[in-house]
């Protein structure tokens, strides 16, 4: 057997370039180059990538009468002709936001009947941001999709209608990529080009459950209105704590991220003994309070544009503010240990110094 191998490679070899020679194999489709009426000003297209679920030709085509349709692809495969044609008829600048081209539908199938052959033609394709993270790590970001359809007759031996109808498609989705980057370019958070963070304290002082820190709204003991805890060793315990909300806008693609910070005590979680409601324990309480404010205070100067990503702010200001919880709870700790809930004095008045100092660089305290 070995013996007729080659020579019968050979001559599929020969029959396949014969039938090339002879137009018994169909031309690949070539996609003409073409001057758009349109310049983008937002996007260059930087990638162009098959997202089809199956990557063979793009053309099942009725080419010879009463024969099954044949495979038919664009010239070079569907990734190069796409890129070719939009680097050819599309005017780039690189300097503008990269946009990968991503085809996910490209299919022309015909049926002929006798010398009629009619065609129908499905078109999709999604656009997406490409990016980076604050790691360096490449981000894709879905902007948009487009998808069109398009039915044609024609005779059997001319096959003329097929490239524009592909063309044409393919133009119509880089124009409505335009008209998408046009009108969201200045308003859609995605396509931001920058961030700035406003920070709003919310120090209402008010009558309810809830005492918002405010310098000038010390805590009294009327405040500590739960029942003291019952197997407690100390005198008092304040509870206090600090939130944020956010919300954010767009504006000629600038993103402003407005941020409201409070730190509280609750009233009905907190306690004090009767015989232990002097001014000189509930010094140490308010400092508890004041230290939540300090904690929110160094929050909020983490929470920069410099430290943010347009692509994950939101995640970054969750985790600063987990960070924040945490040191928040260990500086409670260590206050209270070196203090030994009030009871050490001098390390007392070292904690009421320390904590006005850094109150004062916030500018909290005048």
């Known amino acids: 057997m070995s013996v007729y191998l080659l020579p019968t490679i050979f001559s599929l070899q020969l029959l396949v370039r014969a039938a090339s020679l002879f137009g018994l194999l169909p031309d690949p489709i070539r996609l003409q180059p073409q001057s758009l009426p349109f310049v983008p000003r937002e996007f260059h297209i930087a990638l162009v990538s098959d997202q089809r679920s199956g990557k063979g030709p793009v053309a099942r085509l009725a080419l010879v009468l009463n024969q099954p349709p044949q495979p038919v692809d664009l010239d070079g495969g569907i990734t190069y002709s796409v890129r070719a044609f939009v680097n050819q008829s599309l005017r780039q600048n690189k300097s503008l936001r990269p946009i990968a081209m991503r085809i996910k539908q490209c299919r022309v199938t015909e049926t002929a009947i006798g010398n009629r052959v009619r065609g129908e033609f499905v078109y999709e394709v999604m656009f997406d941001l490409l990016g980076k993270d604050d790691q360096g790590i490449e981000t894709s970001t879905r902007l948009t999709e487009y998808s069109g359809s398009a039915t044609y007759t024609r005779p059997l031996g001319q096959l003329t209608v097929i490239e524009p109808t592909i063309r044409q498609a393919i133009t119509a989705s880089l124009r409505s990529l335009n008209d998408y980057m046009n009108r969201e370019a200045k308003q859609n958070e995605k ?8 920070f709003t304290d919310d120090t209402r002082i008010t009558a309810d459950d809830t005492v918002q ?6 805590l009294t003991w009327t405040d500590f209105q739960a029942e003291p805890r019952r197997g407690s060793h100390y005198a008092a315990e304040v509870f206090t704590s600090f939130a944020y909300e956010g919300k954010s806008t767009v504006k000629d693609g600038i993103i402003t991220l407005s941020l409201s910070v409070k730190s509280y005590m609750l ?15 509930l010094n140490h309480e308010q400092r508890h309070f004041d230290i939540t404010k300090l904690i929110a205070e160094r929050f909020k100067r983490a929470i920069q544009p410099d430290s943010l990503t347009l692509e994950d702010y939101n995640s970054l200001i969750q985790y600063q503010f987990i960070e924040s ?3 928040m709870n260990q500086m409670q700790k260590q206050y209270d240990s070196e203090t030994n809930h009030s009871l050490d004095q001098a390390s007392q008045e070292r904690w009421n110094q320390k904590i006005d100092a850094e109150l004062r660089s916030f500018k909290v305290k005048p």
């Not at 820190?213 to 010390?218: E, G, V």
């Open 267 to 281: 009233k009905n979680s907190s306690w004090a003994r009767a015989d232990a409601k002097n001014a000189y324990a």
């Open 213 to 218: 820190y405010n310098p000038d709204r010390r």
């Open 325 to 327: 919880f945490r040191e």
């Open 191 to 198: 396509l931001a080009t920058s961030l700035r963070v406003v």
